[in-house]
């Protein structure tokens, strides 16, 4: 893995960037999925408690309110996702960011102001902060083409902020429950917080996106741009959306679709269903004879250990694409991570949960970084927002999904997860067995792309066999024999000459001298037309295709 120390050094402006962004993303991009520590405030305070039929308990448990509460989690998952969308189609990273802050900011003043009894503001308040998070989170990205080869690091250093910014409900439960701060105060601090982000994003970020091989510069109080050229990099034109649809509906895009839209459908619905999970487990402890879990402890760790536990993988992803490249093995270390966790997840038991936390934390970190990490190495810097964002479209609307399997299950299926993870962990076994069946075929075609280099650049063993022709020897070949035909033709017309001097003796030497004198001068009387060079048929070649494309 490339230093980042090393990487640091002599990008000042860039640092300075860098430090703010990691800063911002903590409280801002990813706080949506801090959600099982704001489930615990939101049931303190009752939200939703109506839909039991009792006002008087806050804490009141039924099927109805579950679904309720899983909507405002799936709604704002959702749109975190599809925010990428929305900000892939921006052609600054500042305009994205200045309106995803603007409405995170919004969301968290919905959240402290609204009343525990409403029924719509829930919803609207955590769709912005997921809206607002990922139009936030997507721009960060083309700012670790300012560290060169560390752009690897520097990406998983974004997402690792990304998954640990669900501390911050974390956060606001512990000033809830241990220092007394009341809910209206902290989401209102959290917005004005918010609002100061917005005005240091306005001034530090630039309008134009950093592109491979460029760096920042701090001039005249702001951020700019320059390209690999030494030159102020300019707008980027959008891409043609023709372009576009036609990398989207590729075979190998279609499946890199298919296998993120999975993996982040697996992280979401454990992280919108746990609380009803443990639920389900305690029945069964109780029914067994077992001791039941501490469902408040359990959701804290789970929150804690996805924040925390991920990071770990950071320095491991950098050494796995540093060694192995990032389109094989990330994807078969990403799912081998989702079969270990949904298998643990449906052994019984307090001990297998943990497993599953820690393993489900690595894994989260892992797709993350192997998706954003793959779209921006494999396709130019102005059109991954877009990709990204049509990437994350699927995911979306799969997430999406959670809510009504939940309502499913409870109702259906009394409150039983079992047919549910039963899918989940054989569709990521499919997943994890079509992972190493790729692995196989792209070190394969390494292996044979290798031998065929080596078959051609070894020298020939026939000792007698003449040595290969290159493009290069046959043009000098060719224009070699044309100025052969060229002295020819200047010969026999000096014989001609010589022929027609040879009545007049006094003059035949003369002329042998004159033509030695003027040899590889073009005689004035029949001038010779010499054939082109091979620089000159390369111009001859570029002039005629401009005159095909006018």
């Not at 109506?50 to 804490?59: L, M």
């Not at 969301?107 to 009894?117: K, Q, Y």
């Not at 033709?489 to 042998?512: I, T």
Request: proline share 5%; aromatic share 12%.
């Amino acid at each position: 893995m490339p230093n980042l120390v090393e990487a640091f050094k002599g990008r000042g402006a860039a640092c300075g960037l860098f430090a703010f962004t990691i800063w911002q993303s903590f409280f801002t991009t990813g706080i949506v999925y801090g959600w099982p520590a704001l489930l615990l405030v939101l049931k303190k305070e009752g939200v939703y408690a109506n839909k039991c039929g009792s006002d008087v308990d806050p804490e009141v448990e039924c099927n109805a309110r579950s679904v309720a509460l899983n909507l405002v989690f799936t709604l704002g998952a959702m749109t975190n996702i599809l925010g990428g969308v929305c900000a892939g189609w921006f052609g600054s990273p500042k305009v994205a960011m200045m309106i995803g802050l603007t409405l995170v900011a919004t969301g968290s003043f919905l959240f402290g102001l609204a009343d525990a009894s409403s029924q719509i503001v829930w919803p609207i308040g955590y769709l912005l902060m997921g809206v607002g998070g990922g139009m936030t989170h997507l721009p960060t990205f083309c700012l670790g083409n300012a560290f060169g080869s560390a752009k690897g690091g520097i990406i998983a250093c974004f997402v690792g902020c990304f998954c640990a910014s669900t501390l911050t409900f974390q956060i606001m439960y512990l000033l809830y429950m241990d220092v007394g701060l009341a809910r209206r105060t902290i989401f209102l601090l959290h917005g004005c917080l918010e609002c100061l982000h917005l005005c240091i994003t306005t001034w530090l970020w630039p309008h134009t996106p950093v592109k491979p091989g460029g760096s920042l510069v701090f001039k005249k109080c702001k951020m700019e741009v320059v390209s690999a050229d030494n030159s102020t990099s300019a707008p980027m034109k959008p891409a043609p959306i023709g372009t576009i649809l036609k990398i989207a509906s590729s075979r190998g895009f279609l499946c890199f679709i298919v296998f993120h839209t999975s993996q982040l459908w697996f992280n979401r619905c454990v992280m919108g269903w746990l609380d009803a999970e443990l639920k389900w487990r305690n029945e069964n402890a109780l029914d067994a004879g077992s001791p039941t879990l501490d469902r408040g402890h359990h959701l804290s760790t789970f929150t804690m250990t996805q924040a925390t536990i991920g990071l770990t993988v950071i320095p491991v992803f950098g050494v796995v694409v540093a060694k192995w490249g990032h389109n094989a093995v990330p994807f078969l270390i990403t799912g081998v991570l989702s079969v270990i966790w949904l298998t643990f997840f449906m052994i019984p038991g307090e001990w297998p949960l943990y497993v599953v936390y820690v393993f489900c934390s690595w894994h989260r970190q892992f797709f993350f970084s192997t998706f954003f990490n793959y779209l921006a190495s494999e396709f130019p810097a102005h059109i991954f927002p877009k990709l990204t964002g049509l990437a994350n479209f699927g995911a979306g609307l799969a997430s999406g999904t959670q809510t009504p399997l939940l309502q499913l299950t409870l109702n259906e299926f009394g409150g039983d997860f079992l047919p549910l993870n039963t899918f989940m962990l054989c569709w990521a076994t499919f997943l994890a067995t079509a992972a190493i069946v790729h692995f196989v075929q792209v070190k394969r075609k390494k292996i044979e792309d290798s031998v065929s280099d080596n078959s051609d650049t070894s020298p020939s063993t026939d000792l007698h066999a003449p040595p290969k022709k290159t493009a290069e020897d046959n043009n000098n070949n060719n224009n070699n024999n044309n100025n052969n035909n060229n002295n020819n033709k200047h010969n026999n017309n000096n014989n001609n000459n010589d022929d027609d001097d040879d009545f007049n003796d006094g003059e035949s030497g003369q002329s042998l001298d004159g033509a030695e004198q003027e040899q590889g001068k073009s005689p004035s009387k029949s001038p010779t037309k010499r054939s082109p060079t091979g620089m000159q048929h390369q111009l001859l070649d570029v002039f005629c295709l401009c005159r095909r494309s006018v």
